[in-house]
Structure formats: structure tokens, C-alpha cells
């Protein structure tokens, strides 16, 4: 690729993007607890269809997303930590208008979930 970054414009780069963002954030013990029940491989194929349907416009995704998060016992802390894991994976591997717009993306649905979170009482 010549040091050119490319943009996310396929299910390959999206899987390749979620791969790299979950081994960083697995690492980080500041937040890797929570995802410690998470069957990763069986999870893959919804996150890489949520994410062409958020950045490609794929039909087929009709799963609430909050839902499968809600009980996960998330932090406050731990919103500004997956975002900055998420940039830094989209920083690193990619650069265009649908970088761009899942990092856009992301800040959205922290944002979402957060308030959520709160309303219902379930933010540590």
C-alpha cells in the first residue's frame, strides 16, 4: 500500500478493523473486563454486519445494539477508553470519508449509550 491508507470500504477492511480494535481493547485492563464473557468468534459476524450497515449501507442489521450491551456492567470511565481505542485502531489502519464517519459513528453511539446507561440507573 505504499504508506497510503486506504478507506473502509468493504466487509474485509471492516472485519480487519473490528479484529484490530478488540485485540487492543482486550489488552487494556481498564476496560477488558467487561467484555470477559464475550464469545469474540461467535460475536464477529454481527459486529461486521452492524458496522457495514453503519459505514456501507448494507441491509440485513436489525439487532438493539444497546441491548446486547445494557447489562455488561460499563463505567463511566469506560466510554472515554473504547473511543480512544476505536480512533486510535481507525487512525492507524485507515484514512477517508468512511474513517471519518465511523469515528463519527462511535461517538454517537458512546455518547447514546451513556445517557442510557444513566437514565436507567445502570452507570457505575
Sequence with gaps: MNGIKSDIDSKEKIEKMIRAFYSSLLKDEKISSVFANTDF???MP???SFWSFVLL?????????????????????????????????INSMFAGPKADLAKQRAQTIAFTFENKLKSLGKLN
Design 46 to 48: 454481527h459486529m461486521i
Design 57 to 89: 449501507d448494507e441491509a440485513g442489521y436489525t439487532t438493539n445494539v444497546f441491548d446486547k450491551h445494557v447489562n455488561l456492567g460499563i463505567k463511566q470511565e469506560h466510554f472515554a477508553i473504547w473511543l480512544s481505542h476505536f480512533e486510535n485502531t
Design 41 to 43: 468468534e461467535k460475536h
